[in-house]
């Protein structure tokens, strides 16, 4: 079954740093991918999905990622963070044919001063 | 402006009692979802509804029940055979063929 992993519970960084959030997939063709972001008690909102293409794509708010099928990861980055990122995401790919989005069990980024 | 109701935000139930959630989007969406969110559990997906008056199951639906006798509304009712109904609430609703979701703002239900 196709699946979706996020290494990483918690990261913390600092205001100004670069960030790279890990999203590793199970998948038996090319996937579509998805990244969320969540500030808490509200609801996800898309950040930046990946269908085709090219391998990097650009999303709101200043984050990117990179599909790389030979290491089966999208990993979210950003180059220089801003304590409004502080907030949940997660990554999440829909099963071939089917409606229905799978997703990892989140990251939850802490941003300090 | 288009987008995805919940109600309530927050609501408070005893044990035993069945608890009804709203979901509402003008978004002309023929998709919609339920899911619940635990700490560190991510999204697990409950039911959802491709298209009016049919709906699947999730990967969680025991205790739970739909319906979807509009295009615009998808309620949901916690029953009291849900054994740990206390949760964060999630709906959402996508165009048919296309994976992106969009969410509410949830309701968080609590048990006392």
């Known amino acids: 079954a196709q699946s979706v992993t996020q290494p990483d519970i918690h990261i913390t960084v600092s205001e100004g740093a670069s960030l790279e959030l890990r999203c590793n997939y199970s998948?038996?063709?090319?996937?579509?991918l998805f990244w969320y972001v969540q500030s808490p008690g509200q609801g996800l909102q898309l950040l930046l999905k990946?269908?085709?293409?090219?391998?990097l794509v650009q999303g709101i708010k200043g984050f990117e990622a990179e599909f790389k099928r030979s290491q089966s990861s999208f990993n979210l980055r950003k180059p220089s963070v801003h304590w409004s990122d502080a907030a949940e995401y997660f990554c999440?790919?829909?099963?071939?044919?089917?409606?229905?989005?799978?997703f990892g069990t989140g990251t939850r980024l802490t941003i300090i001063p | 402006d288009g987008g995805i109701t919940q109600s309530p935000k927050y609501l408070f139930r005893k044990e035993g009692q069945n608890v009804t959630l709203s979901c509402e989007q003008n978004?002309?969406?023929?998709?919609m979802y339920w899911y619940r969110q635990d700490p560190g559990q991510g999204l697990r997906l409950i039911y959802y509804?491709?298209?009016?008056?049919?709906?699947q199951k999730g990967d969680i639906a025991e205790g739970y029940s739909v319906s979807r006798e509009k295009k615009e509304s998808f309620p949901l009712t916690v029953t009291s055979a849900q054994k740990n109904p206390t949760a964060f609430y999630l709906c959402?609703?996508?165009?048919?063929?296309?994976?992106?979701?969009?969410f509410g703002e949830g309701s968080r239900l609590t048990v006392l």
């Open positions: 978004l002309n969406h023929d998709a």
């Open positions: 998948y038996g063709a090319t996937p579509y």
């Open positions: 509804s491709q298209i009016v008056n049919d709906f």
């Open positions: 959402a609703s996508s165009m048919r063929g296309d994976g992106e979701l969009f």
């Open positions: 990946y269908f085709s293409g090219d391998t």
């Open positions: 999440a790919v829909p099963p071939f044919g089917n409606e229905k989005l799978t």
